[in-house]
Structures are given as structure tokens and as C-alpha cells.
């Protein structure tokens, strides 16, 4: 008999549930016993207007949704599955410009675009940089003997390598982060009193970054912004568009990379025998495993565009689906021992850059170089690091963040 963990009135989009842990064992019985299950939520809480959607838990089922945009819509209600309640509807309708939250052609447009950012040519070129500065990080952090793991260690190489594919001056590299821990710290009320808050830091992001390419347009350089928006005639980006796709790699250039950094350090801490491991033999297989067990973005969601069944189940069309990457990449029928923090696990499909698709992640080969690098930092410079206290986690609808980690340097 099964235990009946996954209540009826469970919804994993509820932001009170992450600020202790993930709910995979919840999720884990969704999987085999409702693998497509409808979730109820009242318009206030959903802010789209309807009164619930469709939780995908299965890796085959996530893959399908995400391998159809035809039928499945990332723009028709967007990617987010639950905004701060009392979310203005103007705002969410607003954001459907962001490459993210659109379908062929017009996404097919955009990532053409900036995919030139994102060549094995372009990333090879941050390489050096990287290594000196996640150097440089754990240095300064280990003269001081103990502090704050996520700020002191996870959040600036991201943040780094960001501004150093589009050519952020160093001395306006703090306010982006900034701007980003506002942005999406809008259910967590160590980072945000309201909503407004975070909107006024995407506007502060977007107002930088159509200023950064006005100013490339009047005077280009040997950078990739120059590159991007050089003349929208040509197929180039408009400085809106620009500040949008700015807007978008705080988040999934930033945000979710330094979280997969802290919980791949906090995994090291509860598999000390996984940390041996990898600094006598530094395996590249390291960052896809970090991304499998955290999932930094949790859930994204489509709207079906006709009547379709999936999984068995019927869905209607308009209706909304979430796929939860949390739950689809501990899927036993994929992932053997999908529990076991393994290091070395090869293959790994884990959907932590998405399911393939139009939407597969642009950034996942930097973001696997920034991870592997930090970690080859950390074994080199303070390989008994210990944790101080136990990781204090952002209460967040589908980020799953880690706002303080107190550690040990040394």
C-alpha cells in the first residue's frame, strides 16, 4: 500500500515548502502512482486566470513537452508557474518578450542571434580569465578562515563570467548581483518587501543594458555586445531586445549557477568519501551530476496548445502543464540509485539544462566550465573545508536557491 505522502492539497510550486527542503519523496510517489496530475490553485494564487495545472513528474514525459513547442506553448502564459501572489498581470504579460517565453519563428529568431555568444570559440576565450579568478576567490576566502560559502565563494565567478562575455566593467559588476538577488527574491522576505522591488531591479538591469548597447552602436568594440547589436538591418539585436536577453542571463546565467555551486559544495559535505574522490581524480563528469542533484531551476511550465494526452492523461487545450526537472532527474527509470550523489555517473541526462528542444540551455557549457573550475580552485586551495552550520535555503517558488552557507576554510 502505498503511503499517502502527496496530499491532496500538495502543490510544489507553494514557496514555503523550499525553505527547508526539496519535496522528492512527495514527488517520488507522484511518480508512480500520478505521474500527470492536476494540481488545483485559485486565480490569486495561479495569476493566470485558471484554476490549477497539469504536474509532469517523469524525465520521458518532461522530454516530450519539451521537445514540442507546437503543441506546447512557452509563451502563451510563459515559463514561470507561480509568481508572488498578487502579481500585476501587466508585469507577467510584459516579460513575454524574453527569449525564454517565446515560440518559433520569433524564438527561433532571437537565439540565432545570440547563440554567436555562446561558440565553443567564445567560451574557450573566458577559459583563462575563469581559472585566475575562481583562483583569486578562494585565496581571498581562505585568508579570513571561515564565512559566508554563497557569498564569498558561489556567487562571484558567475557573476564573472557574465560580465566578461559581454564586456561589464569590473567596477558595475556588484550592482548586478544586486540586482539579480532582488530580482529573484521576490517570495523571500530577506531580499525583497514587495514585488516592487524586484521590479525596479529588472528595470535598473534593463536601463544598464540598453545603455551598454546604445553606447556599442555609437562606437563598437572588439566585444560580443558590438557583435549582437551591431545593425538590426543586418539581423542584429534592438537595444530592447538586448536589455531583455541582459535580463535573462542574471538569472540563468547567474542565479542558478552559483546555486548549483553551494548545493554541489553542500553535497560534498554529506558524501565526505564523493570529496576524496574528486580532488584525487578532479572528473569532468563532476558538473552534470552537481546539476542532476540540485536542479537550480526547478520547474518550468507550457500551455497546450490543442487537446492532447500525455502520459495517459487527457489535456485540454489552454490548460497549463509544469515540468518539474526536480522530480525528472531522480527518475529511477533513467538514473540508477537516482539518490546516490555519484560523481562519476556516465551517462547523465538529467534535464538541468532542459529537455532538449528550442529551450535547451545556451549557457550549459559554461556553466559546466564554471563549476568544474571553482571546485578545481577549491580542492587546490582549501580542500578541508567543513561545513560551520547547516545552509539556510531561499524561499522561492521554482529557484532552488541557498541564501547562506557558513563554512570552514581551513
Request: charge should be negative; glycine fraction near 8%.
Amino acid at each position: 500500500m502505498t503511503c499517502p505522502v502527496a496530499h491532496d492539497g500538495f502543490d510544489p510550486t507553494d514557496p514555503d515548502l523550499y525553505t527547508e527542503r526539496l519535496p522528492l519523496e512527495e514527488l517520488a510517489e507522484l511518480r508512480r502512482t500520478a505521474p500527470v496530475k492536476w494540481i488545483p490553485q485559485s486565480p490569486q494564487v495561479s495569476n493566470f486566470g485558471d484554476d490549477g495545472y497539469w504536474l509532469v513528474t517523469r524525465h520521458a514525459d518532461v522530454k516530450e513537452i519539451s521537445t514540442k513547442p507546437e503543441l506546447y506553448s512557452a509563451h502563451r502564459n510563459n515559463v514561470i508557474i507561480r509568481f508572488a501572489e498578487g502579481m500585476d498581470p501587466g508585469g507577467i504579460d510584459a516579460v513575454k518578450v524574453m527569449m525564454v517565453n517565446m515560440d518559433p519563428p520569433e524564438h527561433t529568431r532571437l537565439r540565432s542571434i545570440v547563440q554567436r555568444g555562446f561558440t565553443p570559440r567564445a567560451i574557450n576565450a573566458l577559459k583563462d580569465a575563469l581559472v585566475d579568478r575562481a583562483a583569486r576567490i578562494v585565496h581571498e576566502s581562505v585568508k579570513k578562515g571561515g564565512g559566508d560559502f554563497v557569498t564569498e565563494i558561489a556567487c562571484e565567478l558567475p557573476l564573472q563570467a557574465i560580465a566578461e562575455l559581454i564586456g561589464i566593467p569590473q567596477e558595475d559588476r556588484g550592482r548586478i548581483f544586486e540586482w539579480s538577488n532582488q530580482m529573484m527574491g521576490y517570495d523571500d522576505p530577506d531580499y525583497a518587501v514587495d514585488q516592487s522591488v524586484g521590479q525596479q531591479a529588472a528595470a535598473e538591469v534593463m536601463m544598464y543594458a540598453m545603455g551598454m548597447a546604445e553606447a556599442r552602436k555609437a562606437c563598437p568594440a572588439n566585444d560580443i555586445v558590438s557583435k549582437l547589436v551591431a545593425a538590426e538591418s543586418e539581423g542584429s539585436l534592438g537595444s530592447d531586445e538586448f536589455g531583455y536577453f541582459v535580463l535573462l542571463l542574471a538569472v540563468a546565467g547567474n542565479e542558478t549557477t552559483r546555486n548549483a555551486i553551494t548545493h554541489g559544495m553542500v553535497s560534498f559535505f554529506d558524501n565526505p568519501e564523493q570529496w576524496d574522490l574528486y580532488k584525487a581524480t578532479r572528473p569532468e563528469t563532476t558538473a552534470d551530476e552537481i546539476i542532476r542533484c540540485s536542479s537550480p531551476v526547478m520547474s518550468f511550465q507550457r500551455t497546450a496548445t490543442a487537446d492532447t494526452v500525455l502520459g495517459g492523461q487527457e489535456i485540454k487545450e489552454g490548460q497549463r502543464v509544469g515540468m518539474f526537472y526536480s522530480s525528472a532527474n531522480y527518475d529511477p527509470e533513467v538514473f540508477a540509485d537516482p539518490h546516490k550523489f555519484n560523481i562519476t555517473r556516465d551517462p547523465n541526462p538529467h534535464l538541468g539544462f532542459g529537455g532538449g528542444g528550442p529551450h535547451f540551455c545556451l549557457g550549459a557549457s559554461l556553466a559546466r566550465m564554471e563549476i568544474n573550475l571553482m571546485f578545481e580552485a577549491i580542492a587546490d586551495a582549501m580542500p578541508d573545508i567543513t561545513k560551520a552550520a547547516e545552509p539556510r535555503r531561499l524561499r522561492h517558488a521554482w529557484i532552488n536557491g541557498i541564501k547562506e552557507l557558513q563554512v570552514n576554510y581551513v
